[in-house]
């Protein structure tokens, strides 16, 4: 499933081969007893940037101790190697299948995966390091070592964390997963030349050694509004929620816009804290329209034809008395960052306030990945880039096969990131993971499409075009399998 862009498998062959050879019978035969299927989670904090924690202010191990005591060669091969597999389960679990777990190498490939695995998101974080020894059973390199941390949630504990990888020698740190624990995580990692590939979706901390495996809402915005501009869309509005996540969506629309020679027409925001059915969220619909002005526009046109006796001035009146407004918005597309139950009350809204989604295309974000959003049909027609769902349902059905549950749709991050690791430890020793591998400009393929980074850390991605249809997403332009394709 997993491999580098065609461009780079022309060169390099063995690596081709390695991700030919996947078989989800290794995966189940690898099945552990006594897992249980666990109920479908909500993924709603994949959706925008997790909420930043607290640092923990309960004691840790002294840091500069812990990497300091650098273990010798002779210490080394004193160290028993601690088998990946076993770590998918207490020490008493059994493990059973047609083959026995992995030997211990002399000289494993050390990865480490810091994952909040304890605490308010543990959830999560247990959901992520399940979906990448997916992908270490799928590499079948039994040299390579996949070492979970547990962060806790919060900066202390992804600092410990860090640490503890480091001193037990990671080449490569995957993690962690919330923006706030990123540069704790740096100030250890990149001065003892150990890169980062975090599943946060802040830009902000990214670049330096530190790259950035989250789905951006920049990337989404960039693909979208192309597309749009391409259909011959000029004028945008947007009606955002009043989150970091709907100020990072309206930043990138004004950047986006700048770049295309687009307008930004209006700009409306609302507090997530609102009631469904508010007035204030009524109010904000009416604004957006012009509703109030559009009617009085509809009085004055009713006026001036109203006392006319000819029979097309009579039948125009009537028609007239039928509309709650006259004229159209001044915007031709709007864009809504939202999901879920919030999305399905405000399209109706905006409709039922005469933004019509007939004459107004309505956009969405990667939030609209949602299937049951046919069933509202403001919404269908509806606009927004997203990876391939034929990818996606692949690795959730993948996922489902072997743990008995749905996972988050974050999860096949933490698979394409440890795929990612495996292909890159094929490069000799003092290379495999340095920036001049991992910023490849061929780029890669995973199942969130193709991916690569430029020297800032932040994913380049290859995003598919999609609609809410009346019974199922549908697929109005497919995402590029190579950059090359990008770039024509």
Same mark, same amino acid.
Request: proline share 7%.
């Given at each position: 499933?997993?491999?580098?862009?065609?461009?780079?498998?022309? =060169?390099?062959?063995?690596?081709?081969?390695?991700?030919?050879?996947?078989?989800?019978?290794?995966?189940?035969?690898? /099945?552990?007893?006594?897992?249980?299927?666990?109920?479908?989670? !909500?993924?709603?904090?994949?959706?925008? +940037?997790?909420?930043?924690?607290?640092?923990?202010?309960?004691?840790?191990?002294?840091?500069?101790?812990?990497?300091?005591?650098?273990?010798?060669? @002779?210490?080394?091969?004193?160290?028993?190697?601690?088998?990946?597999?076993?770590?998918?389960?207490?020490?008493?679990?059994?493990?059973?299948?047609?083959?026995?777990?992995?030997?211990?190498?002399?000289?494993? &490939?050390?990865?480490? &995966?810091?994952?909040?695995?304890?605490?308010?998101?543990?959830? %999560?974080?247990?959901?992520?390091? =399940?979906?990448?020894?997916?992908?270490?059973?799928?590499?079948?390199?039994?040299?390579?070592? /996949?070492?979970?941390?547990?962060?806790?949630?919060?900066?202390?504990?992804?600092? *410990?964390?860090?640490? +503890?990888?480091?001193?037990?020698?990671?080449?490569?740190?995957?993690?962690?997963?919330?923006?706030?624990?990123?540069?704790?995580?740096?100030? #250890?990692? %990149?001065?003892?030349?150990?890169?980062?590939?975090?599943?946060?979706?802040?830009?902000?901390?990214?670049?330096?050694?530190?790259?950035?495996?989250?789905?951006?809402?920049?990337?989404?915005?960039?693909?979208?509004?192309?597309?749009?501009?391409?259909?011959?869309? /000029?004028?945008?509005?947007?009606?955002?929620?009043?989150?970091?996540?709907?100020?990072?969506?309206?930043?990138?629309?004004?950047?986006?816009? !700048?770049?295309?020679? #687009?307008?930004? !027409?209006?700009?409306?925001?609302?507090?997530?804290?609102?009631?469904?059915? *508010?007035?204030?969220?009524?109010?904000?619909?009416?604004?957006?329209?012009?509703?109030?002005?559009?009617? =009085?526009?509809?009085?004055?046109?009713?006026?001036?034809?109203?006392?006319?006796?000819?029979?097309?001035?009579?039948?125009?009146? =009537?028609?007239?008395?039928?509309?709650?407004?006259?004229?159209?918005?001044?915007?031709?597309?709007? &864009?809504?960052?939202?999901?879920?139950?919030?999305?399905?009350? /405000?399209?109706?809204?905006?409709?039922?306030?005469?933004? !019509?989604?007939?004459?107004?295309?309505?956009?969405?974000?990667?939030?609209?990945?949602?299937?049951?959003?046919?069933?509202?049909?403001?919404?269908?027609?509806?606009?927004?880039?997203?990876?391939?769902?034929?990818?996606?349902?692949?690795?959730?059905?993948?996922? *489902?096969?072997?743990?008995?549950?749905?996972?988050?749709? &974050?999860?096949?991050?933490?698979?394409?990131?440890?795929? #990612?690791?495996?292909?890159?430890?094929?490069?000799?020793?003092?290379?495999?993971?340095?920036? %001049?591998?991992?910023?490849?400009?061929?780029?890669?393929?995973?199942?969130?499409?193709?991916?690569?980074?430029?020297?800032?850390?932040?994913?380049?991605?290859?995003?598919?075009?999609? @609609?809410?249809?009346?019974?199922?997403?549908?697929?109005? @332009?497919?995402?590029?399998?190579?950059?090359?394709?990008?770039?024509?």
């Amino acid at each position: 499933m997993f491999s580098i862009s065609e461009a780079v498998l022309k =060169k390099d062959r063995p690596r081709q081969q390695l991700f030919k050879n996947s078989c989800v019978v290794i995966l189940l035969s690898l /099945l552990i007893t006594g897992c249980q299927p666990a109920p479908v989670r !909500d993924s709603a904090e994949e959706k925008e +940037e997790l909420a930043k924690i607290d640092p923990d202010s309960t004691g840790a191990k002294d840091l500069e101790d812990l990497l300091q005591k650098t273990p010798s060669t @002779e210490d080394l091969s004193n160290t028993p190697t601690v088998d990946p597999l076993m770590r998918l389960v207490e020490p008493s679990a059994p493990v059973i299948g047609v083959k026995a777990p992995y030997p211990a190498y002399s000289n494993p &490939i050390k990865i480490a &995966i810091l994952l909040p695995l304890t605490g308010q998101h543990e959830a %999560i974080g247990n959901d992520l390091l =399940k979906a990448a020894n997916l992908a270490l059973f799928d590499l079948e390199n039994r040299q390579l070592e /996949l070492m979970p941390y547990d962060t806790k949630g919060t900066e202390r504990g992804a600092e *410990s964390a860090a640490a +503890e990888a480091l001193v037990e020698g990671a080449e490569l740190i995957l993690g962690p997963l919330f923006s706030s624990s990123v540069p704790a995580v740096r100030r #250890l990692a %990149i001065p003892r030349d150990v890169n980062v590939v975090t599943f946060s979706t802040d830009t902000s901390v990214a670049g330096d050694g530190v790259y950035m495996m989250g789905l951006t809402v920049g990337q989404q915005i960039n693909r979208i509004m192309e597309f749009s501009y391409r259909q011959g869309l /000029l004028n945008f509005a947007v009606l955002a929620p009043d989150t970091p996540y709907g100020d990072a969506v309206i930043n990138n629309v004004y950047m986006a816009s !700048d770049d295309l020679g #687009l307008t930004v !027409d209006k700009v409306m925001r609302y507090p997530v804290s609102i009631e469904a059915g *508010s007035q204030e969220l009524h109010e904000i619909a009416k604004i957006l329209g012009d509703y109030a002005e559009r009617q =009085k526009q509809l009085e004055e046109e009713i006026k001036l034809y109203e006392k006319e006796t000819d029979d097309a001035s009579k039948a125009y009146v =009537k028609r007239l008395e039928k509309m709650d407004t006259f004229g159209e918005v001044s915007f031709d597309a709007l &864009i809504i960052p939202e999901g879920g139950g919030r999305l399905k009350e /405000l399209a109706p809204l905006l409709s039922y306030y005469d933004i !019509d989604p007939e004459v107004v295309q309505f956009i969405g974000t990667g939030l609209w990945a949602d299937r049951s959003l046919s069933t509202e049909p403001a919404l269908v027609g509806g606009w927004f880039s997203a990876p391939s769902p034929e990818n996606s349902s692949a690795f959730q059905q993948r996922f *489902s096969q072997v743990y008995g549950y749905a996972p988050p749709r &974050i999860a096949s991050l933490a698979y394409d990131a440890m795929a #990612l690791a495996g292909l890159l430890a094929q490069d000799p020793p003092e290379t495999r993971f340095d920036r %001049i591998a991992l910023e490849n400009i061929n780029g890669f393929t995973g199942y969130d499409g193709i991916f690569r980074f430029p020297e800032d850390g932040v994913a380049e991605r290859g995003l598919a075009i999609l @609609e809410v249809g009346q019974s199922d997403l549908l697929m109005l @332009e497919p995402a590029p399998q190579s950059f090359d394709q990008l770039l024509n």
